[in-house]
């Protein structure tokens, strides 16, 4: 339930005025990818990769990979 969660706060943040909140977009990106790493969940680990999803917990991702990293938890998360 904590990653379904974490999620839906992550999911609210997506839109036309993501710039605006850059700073919340990466603060729930990160708990998004704890909540994924705590729970050990090996499916969305091998859909996401476990480097990237260590990055994001960590906060080391660069604006590239974030947005790479969000457009997979999206398609994986929409259509799990």
Known sequence: MMIQQTWQELEKLFGPKVA???T???LATQNYAQAILSANDSER???LGKRH?????????????????????IKFERTY
């Open 24 to 26: 919340a977009l990466i």
């Open 53 to 73: 999803l260590m990055l994001a917990a960590e906060k080391r991702l660069s604006s590239k990979q974030l947005t790479a990293f969000l457009g997979h938890a």
């Open 45 to 47: 680990i091998r859909s």
């Open 20 to 22: 605006q909140r850059q």
